[in-house]
């Protein structure tokens, strides 16, 4: 009687139906990849021919297959979540062992830890930095973590300004022509220096307005990462009497929190010495020293050569290294080291424009808290903190394996390595055939529930025609029984 086939249908169209009500039931979990049942027929097994005859013992469930097709992205404007688009799996760990998973809700922990819901922490290849130079530990996992400490702060070594200097500006301290500005009373008339001679011109004085063209101003910071004001005067130098005209040449004059700054002595600031006396000191207004730049543009109105004056070896006028000038280093009142600047004018321009600030970079920053962090689709992970600064905290760690089907299923959206799935790789987003990251995103799941519901429908008709297999082979049964 056929009692057993058709039993071995009810189980099979109860195991489909679990399949697809299982499907159904994740249509919203995050990474999820739906399965599906598969069948094969039952033959009792046969001498010679016989099984030429046998009309079968019905049918089992041979597997339950997951199918590994990308989910829909779905974004959430929630730094921490990430989605993986294209192969692979992001890799976590707990003190049970080490995980895979589609399933990038990640979150903090009262630590710092980057984890899922269920505690697995998220794996990183760690970053080395050597110079300037980031590279990243793919031999090496580690957990990613964020600093909830203090970021500490860098002190500014250097000072890019892009300024367009105004080329038809009426040059305010041009009194008498020749020798009408810049920096030394000292400079005589007749000494081929006439152009660096203010004495019969206007002294500069930061306040006094008349005496400069325009002003700009920058913060800085010192090692402790306490702010400083550095505050720059731009005055134009113009003589038309002069064997050189000066209506291409400008002068600044550079102060932190209102104190002048001076060129660096430092022999690695000039390339070469410039004209004139040698043992001239510079300007000196009540008890301070200062000494500007001296900026010299083409006539297409780029920048040229930067010239600036020592008092000590290497003396006198010197033509500085790049169009930079290192200044001396300026105590603090902080308690931090002194501050020493390089500003570079290379990015200079004195076109017929108006005056205008086009860029004041530097490179120090302050202290600063962590404000969160950045995942780029290359999985790099920067941490980001509220002074600007970012710091490289490694790359996101990807897996793969030959054959994802043969994983072990655990739960929880997890998958670990199985001898069936072949040996894991780990590697890069973006590199070979893993797939990138999108930060701000989840995976959604793969269930179309429209197939579901036929495929339920269809389960249900298999279960409803295996029962009527039983009832019939009942009903037969009957009969025999009722034969006298």
Same mark, same amino acid.
């Given at each position: ?120 922490? +998220? ?22 973590? +964020? ?266 959206? +997890? ?70």
């Amino acid at each position: 009687m056929p009692f057993r086939i058709a039993l071995s249908g009810l189980n099979s169209a109860s195991n489909d139906l679990k399949v697809t009500g299982n499907n159904i039931a994740n249509a919203s979990t995050t990474g999820f990849k739906r399965s599906r049942a598969e069948f094969v027929d039952v033959y009792a097994a046969a001498y010679g021919a016989i099984a030429a005859t046998t009309p079968g013992n019905g049918v089992r469930t041979s597997n339950i297959r997951q199918l590994f097709s990308q989910g829909n992205v779905e974004y959430t404007d929630n730094a921490t979540d990430l989605a993986v688009t294209g192969q692979g799996f992001f890799v976590v760990a707990d003190d049970k062992g080490r995980f895979l998973t589609r399933n990038g809700a990640f979150g903090l922990d009262r630590d710092g830890f980057v984890q899922n819901s269920t505690g697995q922490r +998220l794996q990183i290849f760690p970053s080395v930095t050597v110079g300037n130079v980031t590279t990243y530990n793919t031999g090496s996992l580690v957990d990613l973590q +964020l600093s909830n400490t203090i970021g500490a702060p860098e002190a500014t070594t250097k000072v890019n300004v892009n300024v367009n200097l105004d080329a038809d500006v009426i040059n305010k301290q041009d009194v008498n022509g020749m020798g009408a500005t810049l920096y030394d009373p000292l400079w005589p008339a007749g000494s081929g220096n006439e152009d660096f001679n203010p004495a019969a011109g206007v002294t500069f004085d930061e306040t006094d307005p008349t005496t400069y063209n325009h002003v700009t101003a920058t913060t800085t910071y010192d090692t402790l990462g306490a702010p400083h004001v550095l505050t720059m005067y731009w005055r134009k130098l113009e003589d038309s009497s002069a064997t050189l005209p000066l209506n291409n040449t400008w002068q600044t004059y550079a102060f932190v929190d209102g104190q002048p700054m001076q060129p660096s002595s430092d022999p690695y600031n000039a390339v070469a010495p410039g004209p004139g006396p040698a043992t001239v000191p510079p300007l000196a207004v009540g008890t301070r020293e200062m000494s500007p730049a001296v900026l010299n543009f083409g006539v297409d109105g780029t920048m040229q050569t930067a010239e600036y004056w020592s008092n000590v070896a290497p003396l006198g006028r010197q033509l500085s290294a790049n169009n930079s000038v290192i200044y001396e280093p300026m105590p603090t009142t902080t308690g931090s080291a002194p501050v020493q600047i390089s500003i570079d004018f290379s990015d200079l321009t004195q076109f017929g424009s108006d005056f205008a600030v086009n860029e004041l970079n530097q490179d120090g920053f302050t202290t600063g808290r962590l404000a969160g962090f950045d995942v780029e689709e290359d999985g790099v992970v920067f941490s980001r903190y509220t002074n600007g600064n970012k710091e490289v905290m490694g790359m996101v760690a990807m897996a793969n394996v030959p054959n994802p089907q043969g994983l072990a299923k655990r739960g929880d959206s +997890l998958w670990s390595e199985a001898f069936d799935a072949g040996d894991t790789v780990l590697g890069q987003p973006g590199t070979s055939n893993f797939g990138l990251i999108q930060a701000g995103a989840l995976e959604g799941s793969t269930v179309e529930l429209a197939d579901e519901l036929v495929q339920m429908i269809i389960a249900q008709r298999n279960y409803q025609a295996n029962s009527q297999v039983i009832s019939t082979a009942d009903q037969i049964t009957q009969t025999l029984l009722n034969i006298r």
